[in-house]
């Protein structure tokens, strides 16, 4: 199957639109005060109601309180709710809406141990971020650390860019990937050239690896 590409971050239309265009397959809005991303309810508002149907909307928290994320959640009606903090399985479930839960691989895991803690997530996202932080920092992990089988869907995230991707779809093998400052010019400004190469290096490596 092809490996599905998430780009996060977003805080324009017209980058949005450019996006889209790109046939990616969901789009993540932040929605923590302490991200140079963070969008506010209004803004994402407008942006969510861009997306298509076949498109997925996720919306991205870190230790948020309740009330952000009923604001978040009226304001876009996202498909996923993706959890960056110290969040527990029952705060993640309490909306009943098919959540992400970020991984923080800058540490070694028991990747099967964070399945069992958060067993209704619909798949861990692994990051190169430090506990409780968030993403988009550019920096990547050791990807052979990538899981070979796992029990849950997962997403690969931390780092990645146009020159990197494909080496780490290759190596790694991922379900899916998940960029924001790969693709930017500036933090929250998307760069249409780097999208279009993000998902072109990607579709490339899905090719080599379906070859015989």
């Not at 977003?10 to 991303?37: C, E, M, N, W, Y």
């Not at 990937?177 to 780097?194: F, H, N, T, Y």
Request: glycine share 6%.
């Amino acid at each position: 199957m092809p490996t599905r590409i998430k780009f996060c971050g977003f805080t324009r239309a017209d980058d949005l639109a450019q996006a889209l265009s790109l046939g990616i397959d969901a789009v993540g809005l932040i929605f923590d005060p302490r991200s140079k991303r963070a969008v506010t309810a209004d803004v994402a508002s407008a942006l969510s109601r861009q997306v298509p149907a076949f498109v997925s909307r996720v919306a991205l928290f870190r230790d948020a309180p309740a009330s952000l994320i009923d604001e978040a959640i009226a304001a876009t009606d996202p498909d996923l709710l993706q959890f960056h903090g110290n969040e527990s399985a029952e705060f993640c479930e309490r909306w009943q809406r098919p959540y992400l839960k970020a991984v923080p691989m800058a540490e070694a895991q028991d990747l099967e141990q964070w399945c069992a803690r958060y067993p209704h997530a619909r798949a861990l996202l692994l990051d190169s971020h430090a506990p409780g932080a968030l993403g988009g920092t550019g920096h990547a992990f050791d990807w052979s650390r990538a899981p070979r089988v796992l029990s849950k869907s997962w997403v690969l995230a931390g780092g990645l860019n146009p020159a990197n991707v494909a080496s780490a779809v290759t190596m790694a093998s991922p379900p899916a990937v998940d960029v924001s400052s790969g693709i930017e010019s500036a933090p929250g400004i998307k760069d249409p050239a780097l999208m279009r190469a993000f998902v072109d290096a990607v579709r490339r490596a899905d090719l080599q690896s379906s070859r015989p």
